[in-house]
């Protein structure tokens, strides 16, 4: 059984708005719907989780109080690793692999949903997209985490761009830090996360080189540009409104 868990605890101040980020409205839907209602047609989980923050739980609950879903939260903002284990007092132990998604990514489609979660295998999938450039509204992108592969083309590493040398943040495919864990696997390596970046934060894609530390295979799972699409300002929001 796969659960999914949407990481929606984030203030989002660059967005220069009193709501949650998550509830800024996307063609006149709070952009987090648009992942609720994708994951729900996937057919993967009806009753997605989310994880939010003790200041914005009521609002967001009231916002998606039509759809089943579960709250987890997130008392303090320490990183998304730490976001994804407060989801787990909320995850049964017949669920075997959790798909971690983020609320403010809207164009996540219900097809791609399905396809990650038949697809996976093993004890992580990562998504990852490849770009042309980081012009335009490719821009976006830029200053997501890169993917480092191995002369045999396998992942080894993600390296956030905060922390990257200029000649990795070169490299075009970049990681949106989506993925299916094993849940087993997960709890047990989730422990074993360190804050030692720039951002004192413990990142859930550090478990791309705890696999590989483990000799374990990392799949990937390749997702389109344009459904990768976050929002995180203003400027961000007006580019997501030209691909609605």
């Known amino acids: 059984m796969k659960k999914i868990v949407i990481l929606a605890a984030g203030q989002g101040k660059r967005m220069q708005c009193k709501l949650p980020k998550v509830l800024v409205k996307l063609k006149g839907k709070p952009m987090i719907e648009y992942l609720v209602e994708s994951c729900i047609k996937s057919g993967v989980d009806s009753n997605p989780i989310i994880v939010v923050s003790p200041d914005n739980r009521e609002i967001i609950s009231q916002a998606l109080i039509k ?11 320490l ?30 489609g219900a097809e791609t949903i399905k396809k990650l979660a038949e697809s996976h295998n093993g004890v992580i999938t990562m998504m990852t997209v490849k770009v042309e450039n980081f012009d335009g509204w490719r821009a976006c992108f830029n200053f997501w985490g890169r993917i480092i592969r191995d002369e045999d083309g396998k992942v080894k590493e993600n390296i956030e761009f905060r922390d990257a040398a200029p000649e990795v943040k070169k490299i075009r495919e970049v990681n949106p830090s989506m993925y299916c864990l094993a849940t087993d696997w997960l709890w047990d390596n989730l422990a074993k996360l360190n804050n030692h970046n720039a951002q004192q934060e413990y990142y859930l894609t550090d478990l791309v080189g705890l696999a590989r530390q483990q000799n374990l295979k990392v799949n990937t799972f390749p997702l389109n540009p344009e459904e990768a699409v976050g929002v995180n300002s203003q400027e961000e929001l007006a580019l997501a409104e030209t691909l609605v």
Not at 89 to 100: A, F, R, Y
């Open 67 to 77: 759809y089943n879903c579960q709250y987890a939260i997130q008392e303090k903002q």
């Open 79 to 108: 990183g998304t690793g730490h976001a994804l284990a407060c989801a787990r007092n909320l995850i049964g132990k017949e669920v075997d692999h959790i798909i971690c998604l983020y609320g403010d990514h809207p164009f996540i």
